[in-house]
């Protein structure tokens, strides 16, 4: 299970601490939707333009489809952070975490002369910080550490004869 | 290598560690979201429970009173806003239903064929439309017929009857009620006529064009005890009630100043409204049209723009300022100012209009110690609220509410102290549709509401404030009760919205002595 590449010190430290700070994001993104009772996606999917933006905006129209998206929105949230943090089944949490980012950032993608709102007000043109958040999610991915620093290398470890 | 000397024994202390190393994380992670969720708590309780505010609920839509009894209507000029009425109570004109399905099939988001269709049926019919404008009289017609609320495929009904004088429609036997949209200067004559007849009436506002009209229609609507309601559709608003309720619990302290304001920046916004290019002194019957006021040669301008001349209109003062103080009216119960001085002049749109572009109004309430500001301008977009300024709080009205503590406040000087609340964010924020308030509300809420992405619901539904202001008075006239915009309400705005008037025109203070019912 263990990956083959080896990692020196300082690579590993800096891999893992990513790994963690990132999932410290996506858990406090989840927990504080699931804090606040009256959260919903139902404004940030309206408030999407660019050429998916029908597809968004049909997901708030229907109730059934957007508590479906609300509940995957706060409960996925939690469970990437959560799995991004304790290293335990981190290859799922991060391909979670790359899908559902990227989903954010094409719902909200950094087109020219948008006139809505990019997450935190950042300023951006064409990349912007959730396509860049995809793409540290995918260098977790290839350079996995849950096996080694997490509780994928207690879980995954003992069922290894 | 590790793998196989850690293959007897289930853990090494070695895995142990480095499978739990980030474990700590999680605790320092629920540490500070515990500090931050007892932070936020402290600060909800400490407003919104503290105060006693309990916005849980959705605002209720009273349900309708129908008897069974279908109510026949009649409408008295089918112009810009006859028809955003006649939509309202859910007939509109077979093109326009057309329109808005085609504009919905374009972009999911345009939601007026879905909120038109999902409006409720009044259990209405229209059976008179009266029009000095063919082509608007005709379009009338086509609206009333279009029961089915479907497009120019549809089955239409033929339930109404054009009248060229609407003293003709007023006494018709098949009419019991009248709603009413012609320019200001012939509500009055309009409302008085209906009122004999026993009709009831649904007018648009900027109540009457002159004082003495106001006294006229008080008059005749007290004596005849029809069911009257001012075309003031802010009344349904579901922010203002909310704020009436913070403003009731004392949550903003002494209120000494209200900043109240319109601002446009487009010709539309200016009254130069299309000319309707069939209009013609054959299509229109000017001279009725001049009946209640100064005779004047036909004039196409005159006809559509009629907002720009004193003859027919009330200027800013009637046409906007009433909206809000209307609002103003409901939260705070101001009733007639005291004392109106006002300013203003053509500034931006010299097409010949006698009527500011600009104006402001002062007004004074010294027994509520406290002055009500009017500010507007035709020429300038800039965005300015309704704004309540109390000792310890000011609110921001709109379809959001916002309200904000005072630095200086002596109630909240603890909380402001300890940094539970500050002046630099909102305290209490009310976004209709939303179930609470929330203290916490983010700015990307905040942002979202201000957008216009979060609705005005009643029970989870969008809906349209006309359509709910026409529902009351219709509710109203089943159940013999009081509309909330009734004749004592259209009172206050038509003699308020006068001083102001008169104020500006005779350049000086004015002042309303309530004994005496006198402007003086
Ligand atoms: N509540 C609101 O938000 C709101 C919005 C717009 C207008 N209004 C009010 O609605 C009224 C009408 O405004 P508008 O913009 O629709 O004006 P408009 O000029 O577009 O329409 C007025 C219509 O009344 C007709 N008319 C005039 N005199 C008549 C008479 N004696 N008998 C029959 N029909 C007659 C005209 O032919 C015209 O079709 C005004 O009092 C205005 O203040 C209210």
């Given amino acids: ?161 | 290598m590790e793998d196989k000397k850690n293959k007897k024994q289930a853990f090494s202390r070695r895995d142990l560690l480095k499978g739990f190393a980030t474990l700590p994380v999680i605790g320092a992670f629920g540490y500070g979201m515990f500090r931050e969720w007892n932070a936020d708590r402290l600060r909800q309780n400490s407003i919104a429970s503290e105060l006693g505010l309990n916005f849980d609920e959705h605002p209720i839509a009273v349900p309708s009173k129908s008897d069974g009894k279908t109510l026949r209507i009649g409408i008295i000029g089918y112009g810009i806003r006859g028809e955003q009425l006649m939509r309202a109570a859910g007939f509109s004109r077979p093109e326009l239903v057309d329109d808005w399905k085609r504009g919905a099939q374009r972009n999911v988001n345009d939601r007026r064929y879905g909120d038109y269709q999902e409006q409720e049926d009044l259990n209405i019919v229209i059976t008179a439309v009266c029009d000095l404008f063919d082509v608007h009289a005709e379009n009338a017609l086509k609206a009333a017929s279009n029961s089915n609320r479907s497009g120019v495929d549809g089955p239409m009904n033929q339930t109404a009857k054009r009248y060229r004088r609407y003293t003709d429609l007023i006494n018709a036997d098949d009419v019991d009620a009248v709603i009413i949209a012609t320019p200001d200067h012939w509500h009055a004559r309009m409302v008085v006529d209906a009122a004999k007849a026993g009709k009831h009436v649904y007018v648009e506002k900027g109540l009457t064009r002159t004082v003495e009209e106001v006294f006229d229609v008080r008059k005749a609507v007290k004596e005849s005890g029809i069911v009257m309601q001012l075309g003031h559709q802010g009344r349904q608003t579901a922010s203002y009630n909310k704020a009436k309720e913070i403003i009731d619990k004392d949550i903003l302290g002494k209120i000494s100043l209200i900043e109240v304001c319109t601002n446009r920046n487009d010709p539309n916004g200016a009254w130069v409204y299309d000319i309707h290019p069939n209009g013609s002194p054959e299509t229109i019957d000017w001279s009725q049209f001049v009946e209640p006021t100064n005779p004047h040669p036909f004039s196409l301008e005159r006809f559509f723009r009629w907002r720009c001349w004193w003859d027919y209109g009330t200027g800013l003062s009637g046409d906007l300022l009433t909206h809000e103080y209307d609002a103003l009216n409901q939260v705070l119960h101001l009733g007639i100012p005291h004392s109106t001085v006002a300013s203003g002049g053509v500034y931006f749109y010299k097409d010949g209009r006698e009527v500011p572009d600009v104006f402001q109004a002062v007004m004074e309430y010294p027994d509520r110690d406290l002055t009500f500001l009017y500010s507007a301008s035709l020429a300038s977009e800039r965005f300015r609220g309704k704004v309540i300024m109390g000792h310890d709080a000011s609110m921001e009205m709109e379809n959001t509410l916002t309200v904000t503590p005072d630095n200086r406040s002596t109630r909240y000087k603890d909380q402001l102290q300890a940094g539970v609340m500050s002046s630099d964010k909102p305290m209490i924020t009310y976004i209709p549709g939303k179930s609470n308030v929330d203290a916490v509300t983010s700015a990307t809420e905040q942002y979202f509401a201000s957008r216009g992405l979060l609705y005005t619901y009643v029970q989870g539904k969008r809906v349209d404030t006309t359509h709910l202001h026409i529902r009351e008075w219709l509710n109203c006239i089943r159940s013999g009760e009081q509309p909330s915009c009734n004749i004592d309400q259209a009172f206050e705005e038509a003699i308020t919205a006068h001083m102001a008037t008169i104020a500006l025109r005779e350049n000086r203070k004015v002042f309303w002595d309530a004994e005496s019912e006198k402007i003086v």
Wanted: hydrophobic share 55%.
């Fill in chain 1, 1 to 161: 299970m263990k990956s083959e590449i080896s990692y020196s010190k300082a690579q590993l430290v800096i891999l893992v601490s990513s790994r963690v700070l990132i999932g410290w994001y996506c858990l406090y993104e989840g927990m504080i939707k699931w804090i606040n009772p009256s959260w919903s996606a139902f404004a940030f999917l309206n408030d999407s333009q660019g050429w998916l933006a029908p597809f968004f905006h049909s997901f708030a129209a229907n109730p059934t489809s957007l508590s479906v998206v609300n509940f995957l929105n706060i409960y996925g949230l939690i469970a990437i952070g959560l799995g991004l943090i304790l290293g335990l089944f981190t290859r799922m949490a991060t391909v979670s975490g790359i899908v559902l980012i990227f989903l954010y950032f094409l719902s909200h993608p950094a087109l020219i002369n948008t006139s809505y709102m990019l997450p935190s007000g950042e300023s951006a043109m064409w990349v912007n910080k959730n396509l860049i958040f995809v793409f540290l999610l995918l260098i977790l991915l290839v350079y996995p550490t849950g096996d080694r620093i997490g509780l994928d290398r207690l879980l995954f470890n003992r069922f290894k004869n």
